[in-house]
Every structure is written in structure tokens, then in C-alpha cells.
């Protein structure tokens, strides 16, 4: 297989792309992170100071939430490819992003001696978390969404030695805040641990792997781990992404492939009816499969031949219609005199009487 270009005499601007971004940073984010970032490096290429840039009109372009603009940047100046220049007495989310030189960072992390934090000595380029970078990430609302998350998992409050731990591995290891949320549910619900030293022990054998992020993990869960892989599929497609399910909810899922035996296309196609309500839950899909277990249906192909709505009601009597002439009561069934007798006889009859 090969690619090439097509040659064309019509110029419409083109934008490049570095190579280390498709390489090495597009592959840990979502489609959505990408997007903005691509969208937001062409408006900085561009330099056109007529346009009016915001994050707002960045998401009416995307046709995005607002929400995953912000997200995206975080992300990004996480990753260390952007800064975020906030204004002095602008809105917190009205800030000026700066698209840092990546060859240049290439050469920063791979060719220069870096410090550990805390150290005036030169040493492996392993990032130690300090106290005031926690205090500063506790500001990101990815991170503080991770460590939220987290608290849920472990049943308490991570304490802040454990914060700084996990910091370290979003940089150390280059793993994604999903990914370690998951790392966590991974040994808390299936092997029962909370050790944080296990945890890492996950997180480092995950990277030695490639996974990085939340398609490598969700990859890998497919082929080593059904039911973990089960779960993190419906939540997602629930719109649950950073949230992993509860012990009720686990329960009720296991139920369906268990003891229902559903395939997961068919829990997925269940999944599609959220549409129909402003509350998707783990209930409300247990619900619609509860009742294709009682009509027998087993693959997708019968969802539409015995899931049908039902027909309105008819009446027992079609016979009882107003005006209709179908209409008999029981002096119906009395046989009538008149029945003996031809049209002619009884013209006859009628003229003697009247004479």
C-alpha cells in the first residue's frame, strides 16, 4: 500500500502539520481534542486579525458543547504542547493559547539533562510532582475530574501524597486522566486492590503495551478482559465516558450476558433507545431488555419481527355500529309469517282487506 498527492493548479491555503503532532500526540486523544487543536493551530497560522476567535465561536464551528472546547485545552496544555495566556481581568475562560514549537520540545526532552523537581542535580528524565503543581493541576477541570472519579472507586478521599503519585504518572508514563481512572477500577472492582503501588504497576505494564489511552485500552480489553471491556463499552455508549459503573449497576449488567445470554450488539442496539429519553441509565436499558427477554428475542434481526407496538384495541361486536342495518335483536331469530307467502299473494291479501 502507498499514498501519493494529487497535483492541482488551484491553491486554497493549506496548513502544516508537524509531524511529531501525528506521530506522537495525536494518537493519546480523542477526535474531539484533535479537531480543536487542528482547528485553533490553523487560526494561529492564519494570523488574520479581522477574525474574531473565542472559544465560543470555536464550538458553533465544530458544532461541538463548549464544554469539550474547554476540555480540549486542558488537554493539550497538559500534554505540554500548548500555554494558555489568561488576561488580567478577563473571564477565567478568556484566555490567548499559545501553540508551542514541538520540534523543538523534541529536542528539550530527548537531547537536554532534565531536573527532578526539588533537586539541583541533573537526572533521568523522570518528572517528580511538587507541592505547588498539584495545587495548580487541582485547578484543571480534567484533573479534577480524574481525582473525583477516583475517590468514588477507592470508597474515600485520596490524600494529596497520593494526588502528586498519580501526576506523576500522567507525565511520566503519558497516559491520559481516563486511562488512570480506569487503571483504578481495573484492580479496585476486579482484583479487590488499592494499593497505589499496584496501581502502578498497571499503569506502567499498560504503557509498556502502547496503551495510552481510552481506543488502545478499550482495544486491548476486547481481546484480555470481556467483562471489564463490557462495562466500559455501555458506559460509553450510555454517554457516561469518564464514569465507570456502580456495584448495582455492574450487577445489572452481568445479568444480561449471564443469565438473559444477550450479545453485546444487542445491549448496544438497547443502548440506542436513550434517544427517546433526557435520562439514559443503566435501568432504563435493563428495562427494554427485560422485555425482549419475555417475547424470546435473542439476536437483532428479531428485535424487529417480535418487538412490535401493539395494535389499538377493536371492539368485541363489530356489529354494533351506529346506523349500521347489521344490527339484531332477538326478535330477529322469530320466523316471519310474511316469509310463506309470493309477492303476488300478498298483494292479493292486502286488496281484500281494503275492499
Given at each position: 500500500m502507498s499514498f501519493f498527492l494529487e497535483i492541482t493548479n488551484l491553491d486554497l491555503g493549506d496548513?502544516?502539520?508537524?509531524?511529531?503532532?501525528?506521530?506522537?500526540?495525536?494518537?493519546?486523544a480523542n477526535g474531539t481534542y484533535v479537531k480543536v487543536y487542528l482547528l485553533g493551530y490553523k487560526f494561529a497560522k492564519d494570523k488574520d486579525e479581522n477574525l474574531c476567535l473565542s472559544n465560543e465561536s470555536i464550538s458553533r464551528h465544530l458544532n461541538i458543547p463548549l464544554s469539550d472546547v474547554l476540555k480540549a485545552w486542558d488537554f493539550w496544555e497538559q500534554k505540554g504542547i500548548i500555554l494558555k495566556h489568561k488576561k488580567e481581568d478577563g473571564d477565567e475562560y478568556d484566555y490567548k493559547v499559545e501553540f508551542l514549537n514541538l520540534k523543538q520540545l523534541y529536542i528539550k526532552n530527548n537531547f537536554m539533562p532534565k531536573t527532578s523537581s526539588g533537586s539541583g542535580q541533573s537526572s533521568n528524565t523522570i518528572y517528580t510532582c511538587s507541592p505547588e503543581d498539584l495545587?495548580?493541576?487541582?485547578?484543571?477541570?480534567?484533573?479534577?475530574?480524574?481525582?473525583?472519579?477516583?475517590?468514588?472507586?477507592?470508597?474515600?478521599?485520596?490524600?494529596?501524597?497520593?494526588k502528586r503519585k498519580i501526576l506523576e504518572w500522567l507525565y511520566n508514563y503519558n497516559m491520559s486522566p481516563e486511562v488512570i481512572v480506569k487503571a483504578f477500577f481495573h484492580a479496585v472492582e476486579k482484583r479487590?486492590?488499592?494499593?497505589?503501588?499496584?496501581?502502578?504497576?498497571?499503569?506502567?505494564?499498560?504503557?509498556?503495551?502502547?496503551?495510552?489511552?481510552?481506543?488502545?485500552?478499550?482495544?486491548?480489553?476486547?481481546?484480555?478482559?470481556?467483562?471489564?471491556?463490557?462495562?466500559?463499552?455501555i458506559m460509553r455508549s450510555l454517554g457516561f465516558n469518564n464514569r465507570t459503573p456502580s456495584e448495582a449497576e455492574?450487577?445489572?449488567?452481568?445479568?444480561?450476558?449471564?443469565?438473559?445470554?444477550?450479545?453485546?450488539?444487542v445491549v448496544l442496539k438497547a443502548c440506542e433507545?436513550?434517544?427517546?429519553?433526557?435520562?439514559?441509565?443503566?435501568?432504563?436499558?435493563?428495562g427494554?431488555?427485560?422485555?425482549?427477554?419475555?417475547?424470546?428475542?435473542?439476536?437483532?434481526?428479531?428485535?424487529?419481527?417480535?418487538?412490535?407496538?401493539?395494535?389499538?384495541?377493536?371492539?368485541?361486536d363489530k356489529n354494533i355500529?351506529?346506523?349500521?342495518?347489521?344490527?339484531?335483536?332477538?326478535?330477529?331469530?322469530?320466523e316471519q309469517r310474511t316469509s310463506k307467502?309470493?309477492?303476488?299473494?300478498?298483494?292479493?291479501?292486502?286488496?281484500?282487506?281494503r275492499g
Open positions: 496548513t502544516p502539520v508537524e509531524n511529531i503532532f501525528i506521530n506522537d500526540f495525536m494518537p493519546m495545587v495548580e493541576a487541582n485547578k484543571i477541570p480534567s484533573i479534577q475530574e480524574m481525582f473525583l472519579s477516583i475517590d468514588y472507586i477507592v470508597r474515600r478521599p485520596l490524600v494529596p501524597n497520593e479487590g486492590i488499592r494499593k497505589i503501588n499496584y496501581i502502578e504497576g498497571i499503569i506502567r505494564n499498560w504503557y509498556d503495551m502502547g496503551i495510552v489511552n481510552s481506543e488502545a485500552l478499550e482495544n486491548h480489553l476486547k481481546m484480555q478482559d470481556e467483562k471489564f471491556y463490557s462495562y466500559d463499552r455492574m450487577k445489572v449488567i452481568d445479568k444480561w450476558f449471564d443469565e438473559w445470554k444477550f450479545t453485546m450488539e433507545n436513550t434517544k427517546k429519553t433526557a435520562n439514559p441509565s443503566v435501568n432504563y436499558i435493563d427494554i431488555l427485560s422485555s425482549w427477554h419475555e417475547k424470546g428475542i435473542n439476536t437483532v434481526e428479531e428485535i424487529a419481527e417480535k418487538d412490535k407496538p401493539k395494535a389499538p384495541a377493536q371492539k368485541k355500529q351506529a346506523g349500521g342495518n347489521n344490527f339484531k335483536t332477538r326478535f330477529h331469530t322469530i307467502y309470493t309477492p303476488e299473494e300478498l298483494e292479493e291479501i292486502a286488496r281484500k282487506r
